[in-house]
Antibody, heavy 116, light 110 residues
């Protein structure tokens, strides 16, 4: 079946970086964009960015530009989200989701905790 | 890009209808027909309920409907059921592959 499986929870200190993976299966990987969405504890959904796994092109939300990088590995059907210079406000659940406009398949979410 | 504006909460009795509004600008909802709605239950990933303003994915009941007028999109849930309780978010394209979510609305079934 079509699914996105994300890597496990991470704990980082302020100033560090984190990389979250999102492995796709059940469909042609290069035919569908992947978006990333963040949800801080008790807060709403926040759009972070999008990558075209086919060509590798990316677009980032202005808020995260310069701190986030999306990459993909077509050989393993995996998209990566790296967030740098972490601060406590980056604590939350990070989701990958398939789609160029609407997001029809979601990963299970990866919890990232930033704490000293 | 500021979040789209949604009411914090709406409620209705079982069997009744509720409508959630999503207010944007001429640069997002007003310009693009790529408006989608997501349902989220506690500690679960969101689920798409409506895409492209008024289209339903396979498996989503026809009790869920979407519309748009000017810079405002709306989601209507008819014949409310207990499982409809949760948080609902709108999302709009803002051009050049960027997107913005709404602030979220908690739906309570009385």
């Amino acid at each position: 079946q079509i699914q996105l499986v994300q890597s496990g929870a991470e704990v980082r200190k302020p100033g560090a970086s984190v990389r979250v993976s999102c492995k796709a299966s059940g469909y042609t990987f290069t035919n569908f964009y992947i978006q990333w969405v963040r949800q801080a504890p008790g807060h709403g959904l926040e759009w972070m960015g999008i990558i075209n796994p086919g060509g590798g092109s990316t677009t980032y939300a202005e808020k995260f530009r310069g701190r986030v990088t999306l990459t993909r590995d077509t050989s393993t059907r995996t998209v990566y989200m790296e967030l740098r210079s972490l601060r406590s406000e980056d604590t939350g659940v990070y989701y990958c989701a398939r789609g160029e406009f609407d997001m029809d398949v979601w990963g299970q979410g990866t919890t990232v905790i930033v704490s000293s | 890009q500021s979040a789209l504006t949604q009411p914090r909460s709406v409620s209705g009795f079982r069997g009744q209808s509720v409508t959630i509004s999503c207010s944007g600008t001429s640069g997002d909802i007003g310009r693009y027909n790529h408006v989608s709605w997501y349902q989220q239950h506690p500690d679960k990933a969101p689920k798409v309920m409506i895409f492209d303003v008024n289209k339903r994915p396979a498996g989503v009941p026809d009790r869920f409907s979407g519309s748009k007028s000017g810079n405002t999109a709306s989601l209507t849930i008819s014949a409310l059921q207990g499982d409809d309780e949760g948080d609902y978010y709108c999302c709009s394209s803002t051009g050049s592959y960027s997107h913005v979510f709404g602030s979220g609305t908690k739906v309570t079934v009385l």
